[in-house]
Protein backbone atom coordinates (compact mmCIF):
# COMPACT_ATOMS: atom_id res chain seq x y z
CA UNK A 1 0.00 0.00 0.00
CA UNK A 2 1.37 3.76 -0.33
CA UNK A 3 -0.28 7.00 0.66
CA UNK A 4 -0.70 9.97 -1.68
CA UNK A 5 -1.65 13.98 -0.53
CA UNK A 6 -3.40 15.92 -3.29
CA UNK A 7 -3.07 19.91 -2.24
CA UNK A 8 -5.67 22.45 -3.55
CA UNK A 9 -6.22 25.75 -2.58
CA UNK A 10 -4.42 25.07 0.33
CA UNK A 11 -6.81 22.42 1.47
CA UNK A 12 -4.90 19.05 1.39
CA UNK A 13 -6.47 15.58 1.34
CA UNK A 14 -4.14 12.15 2.04
CA UNK A 15 -5.54 8.44 0.97
CA UNK A 16 -4.03 5.33 1.48
CA UNK A 17 -4.21 3.06 -2.06
CA UNK A 18 -3.89 -0.80 -0.94
CA UNK A 19 -2.34 -2.98 -4.12
CA UNK A 20 -2.97 -6.46 -4.09
CA UNK A 21 -0.50 -8.58 -6.10
CA UNK A 22 -2.41 -11.80 -7.29
CA UNK A 23 0.23 -14.67 -7.59
CA UNK A 24 0.77 -16.45 -10.58
CA UNK A 25 1.85 -20.36 -10.89
CA UNK A 26 5.99 -20.29 -12.26
CA UNK A 27 7.24 -23.51 -14.21
CA UNK A 28 9.12 -26.02 -12.31
CA UNK A 29 12.97 -25.76 -13.08
CA UNK A 30 13.98 -28.92 -13.83
CA UNK A 31 17.98 -30.18 -13.89
CA UNK A 32 19.86 -31.93 -16.03
CA UNK A 33 21.13 -35.62 -14.02
CA UNK A 34 23.87 -38.07 -14.56
CA UNK A 35 23.74 -41.60 -14.44
CA UNK A 36 25.43 -45.22 -15.05
CA UNK A 37 24.84 -48.60 -15.33
CA UNK A 38 26.51 -51.44 -16.81
CA UNK A 39 25.94 -53.09 -20.23
CA UNK A 40 22.39 -54.93 -20.87
CA UNK A 41 21.81 -53.92 -16.74
CA UNK A 42 18.48 -51.78 -15.98
CA UNK A 43 19.06 -48.58 -14.24
CA UNK A 44 16.48 -46.62 -12.18
CA UNK A 45 17.12 -42.97 -11.51
CA UNK A 46 15.23 -40.59 -9.11
CA UNK A 47 15.48 -37.46 -11.23
CA UNK A 48 13.80 -35.19 -9.22
CA UNK A 49 15.87 -34.85 -5.81
CA UNK A 50 17.70 -31.44 -8.04
CA UNK A 51 14.66 -30.31 -9.61
CA UNK A 52 12.60 -27.29 -7.56
CA UNK A 53 9.28 -24.93 -7.46
CA UNK A 54 9.45 -21.54 -6.41
CA UNK A 55 5.84 -22.49 -5.26
CA UNK A 56 6.41 -25.57 -3.84
CA UNK A 57 4.31 -27.50 -5.61
CA UNK A 58 4.41 -30.98 -5.99
CA UNK A 59 6.56 -32.42 -8.76
CA UNK A 60 6.14 -35.49 -10.91
CA UNK A 61 7.39 -36.81 -14.11
CA UNK A 62 5.05 -36.36 -16.61
CA UNK A 63 7.05 -38.39 -19.68
CA UNK A 64 10.46 -39.85 -20.61
CA UNK A 65 12.03 -40.44 -23.75
CA UNK A 66 15.43 -41.78 -25.32
CA UNK A 67 16.11 -42.86 -28.76
CA UNK A 68 15.55 -46.24 -29.68
CA UNK A 69 19.09 -47.75 -30.51
CA UNK A 70 20.13 -46.25 -26.74
CA UNK A 71 17.03 -48.41 -25.47
CA UNK A 72 13.79 -47.68 -23.65
CA UNK A 73 12.98 -45.93 -20.58
CA UNK A 74 9.88 -45.97 -18.46
CA UNK A 75 8.29 -43.65 -15.38
CA UNK A 76 7.33 -46.53 -12.42
CA UNK A 77 6.39 -44.65 -9.12
CA UNK A 78 7.88 -40.99 -10.34
CA UNK A 79 10.83 -42.67 -11.22
CA UNK A 80 13.09 -43.59 -14.68
CA UNK A 81 13.99 -47.01 -15.47
CA UNK A 82 16.33 -46.99 -17.59
CA UNK A 83 16.51 -50.57 -19.96
CA UNK A 84 19.58 -50.05 -22.42
CA UNK A 85 19.06 -51.56 -26.04
CA UNK A 86 21.06 -54.94 -25.82
CA UNK A 87 24.35 -54.67 -26.05
CA UNK A 88 24.23 -50.95 -26.54
CA UNK A 89 27.17 -49.44 -24.60
CA UNK A 90 28.12 -45.57 -24.93
CA UNK A 91 26.53 -42.24 -23.89
CA UNK A 92 22.67 -42.52 -23.78
CA UNK A 93 20.36 -39.45 -23.61
CA UNK A 94 17.12 -39.51 -21.98
CA UNK A 95 14.84 -36.67 -21.95
CA UNK A 96 12.44 -36.42 -19.59
CA UNK A 97 9.61 -33.71 -18.38
CA UNK A 98 8.64 -32.36 -14.58
CA UNK A 99 5.31 -31.22 -14.07
CA UNK A 100 3.28 -29.06 -11.42
CA UNK A 101 0.22 -30.21 -12.23
CA UNK A 102 0.18 -27.17 -14.56
CA UNK A 103 3.27 -26.03 -15.74
CA UNK A 104 6.17 -28.14 -17.53
CA UNK A 105 9.92 -28.24 -17.72
CA UNK A 106 12.70 -30.66 -19.61
CA UNK A 107 15.71 -31.98 -18.53
CA UNK A 108 17.81 -34.52 -19.83
CA UNK A 109 20.01 -37.62 -18.17
CA UNK A 110 23.14 -38.63 -19.85
Known sequence: SFTYIVT???????????????????APVAKDDIATTQEDTAVTIDVLPNDTDADGDKLSVESASVPKEQGTVE???????????ENF???AEITY??????????????
Open 8 to 26: SGGVSESTTVNVDVTPVND
Open 75 to 85: VVNGKLVFTPA
Open 89 to 91: NGD
Open 97 to 110: TVTDGQLTDEAKVT
